[in-house]
């Protein structure tokens, strides 16, 4: 429990109102979208590098958790005090401090909402590419800590490729600059590779230099339909195949674009699998990439294959997308999301490997997202309220990673670890791996306090929401 000296001593570093200790602000800070609950014990909102230090170098000499935290749309728990502690939020920390259009750079502060600063840049002619379908709320930190991909990535990479330097706090309290403002740079160890990915637990980022591209001349939105989800499969590695790079290459199968069908009503048709597609580029380049893929879509027996001929109609079918992970609440009550990478190649095995766990242990899984990059969300949906389906779902996990692993991918491709999948490192990682690993952490954060019990298997106490209610905290 922090004592009442380190509760004032936070007021003070931060200004009374900056910090809180109130039952129903810790609620809000206890959650994120693995929906499970962890309460801190105090929250606190710095303005700035300075006071985020202060509380650090504190946090180490009275030996309490801090815990960074964007928006807390994490999928693994990244954000989670699962240990208590005080969780340091970068809520107030939103400015876009330098638009470089001169060196296609950008100056800012880790709490900018991704797609806000989008639509900055996007004005001036600019570009900032990824775009988790979470961009509307998340934050560049957290997608920065995560290292964020999107339905872009398949053209553009992920968060990690525009990333020039960073600002952090480090768990001992110093704060460094990592990285460069030019186009290139190899001076010692890659830090800021480090800290990107790094799930919040080498360091508090409190700016970003983030590399930018002229925004495309034109982008063309295709929606392709088919009646048997091995056929949109085949198109994706077909569409890759034919060097065809799109700049969106998306999935929904037939329980996503039911769900989301019922939660947006934005006139999906019904189907067993929906491609969502989009080339960029010059104008003309765009077009004649948008007509081959339909080529190769009609090719592959998709019923349907339509380039969209106005904004209202793009806009409806990204709303879709955005929606599927709330909508699949509809299904169940509950989900576990996991977001397992496979070659381009093997996208057609993963799908079909899904549907065989599926329909043997009796389960919804639905797949959807970035098939372009062989990145499929399978989300494996139960009631929480059943225990032998809680358990089915969940030992369903290590197969879901394992099918992934036998077929050369790898077990997150953009969620990170967190808490989630920490019993499972061991299953892609080797021991030495973890060990240096360990040692990198220990390096960085000796006593431990900066976002303690994620990536690693093997965490402290638990302690959710419930059973703080019966030990009377909420
Ligand atoms: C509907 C939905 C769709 C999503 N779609 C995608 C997707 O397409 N692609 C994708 O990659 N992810 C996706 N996600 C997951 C999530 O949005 C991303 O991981 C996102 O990057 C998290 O950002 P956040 O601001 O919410 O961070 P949080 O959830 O608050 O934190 C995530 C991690 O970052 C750390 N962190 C946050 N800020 C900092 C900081 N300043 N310094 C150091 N560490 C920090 C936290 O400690 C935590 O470990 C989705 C989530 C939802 C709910």
């Known amino acids: 429990m922090l004592s009442e000296p380190v509760k004032n001593e936070l007021k003070r570093i931060v200004g009374e109102k900056n910090a809180s200790f109130a039952k129903e602000d810790l609620l809000c800070y206890s959650y994120d979208a693995t929906n499970t609950l962890y309460p801190p014990e105090a929250v606190v909102f710095p303005g700035g590098p300075e006071e985020i230090s202060l509380i650090v170098k504190m946090a180490n000499s009275e030996r309490f958790p801090v815990i960074p935290r964007g928006a807390g749309t994490g999928f693994t728990g990244g954000s989670l005090p699962v240990e208590g502690g005080v969780v340091i939020s970068t809520e107030r920390m939103k400015r876009v ?27 001036l002619g600019l570009f900032y590419p990824p775009d988790p379908s979470s961009l509307k709320f998340s934050t560049i930190g957290g997608n920065i800590a995560e290292c964020a991909g999107g339905p872009r990535a398949v053209k553009y990479g992920v968060t990690r490729d525009y990333v020039l330097g960073l600002e952090a706090v480090l768990p001992t309290g110093g704060i460094i600059q990592t990285g460069v403002r030019t186009a290139k740079g190899v001076v010692g160890y890659d830090l800021t590779r480090l800290l990107v990915g790094s799930e919040g637990t080498l360091g508090i980022i409190t700016r970003a230099r983030l590399r930018l591209l002229p925004l495309p001349e034109e982008t063309k939105t295709l929606l392709a339909v088919f009646n048997d989800l091995k056929d949109a499969a085949a198109t994706v590695s077909q ?55 339909r080529e190769i879509c009609i090719g592959n027996n998709a019923f349907r294959a339509d380039i969209a001929s106005g904004k209202k109609e793009v806009k409806d079918i990204w709303q879709a997308r955005r929606a599927i992970s709330a909508a699949l609440f509809r299904a169940k009550p509950n989900k576990i999301n996991e977001d397992v990478v496979v070659p381009r190649s093997r996208i057609t095995e993963l799908i079909l490997g899904l549907q065989e766990i599926a329909r043997r242990r009796g389960l919804l899984i639905a797949s959807f997202g970035h098939a372009g990059d062989g990145n499929i969300h399978a989300n494996i949906m139960y009631d929480r309220k059943d225990p032998a389906e809680a358990m089915n779902a969940e030992e369903a996990v290590a197969e879901v990673f394992d099918l992934a692993l036998r077929l050369d991918g790898t077990i997150s491709g953009e969620h990170g670890i967190g808490v989630t999948k920490a019993p499972y490192l061991g299953m892609e990682l080797s021991p030495q791996a973890v060990e240096l690993m360990k040692g990198i952490k220990k390096t960085f954060d000796p006593n431990g306090i900066l976002n303690p019990g994620k990536i690693f298997p093997g965490r402290k106490g638990r302690r959710t929401v419930e059973e703080e209610t019966y030990a009377g905290v909420f």
Not at 109 to 121: L, S
């Open 97 to 123: 401090i330098e638009i470089d259009a001169e060196n296609l750079t950008a100056l800012v502060e880790p709490g900018v909402v991704t797609w806000e600063f989008q639509q900055e840049v996007e004005r």
């Open 239 to 293: 569409i890759i195949r034919s060097r065809i790079i799109p700049s969106t290459l998306e999935l929904m199968d037939s329980t996503s674009i039911r769900c989301v069908e019922e939660y947006a009503m934005v006139g999906l048709p019904n189907a067993e699998a929906i491609l969502l597609i989009e080339t960029d580029g010059p104008r003309e380049s765009a077009l004649r990439d948008a007509q081959a893929v």
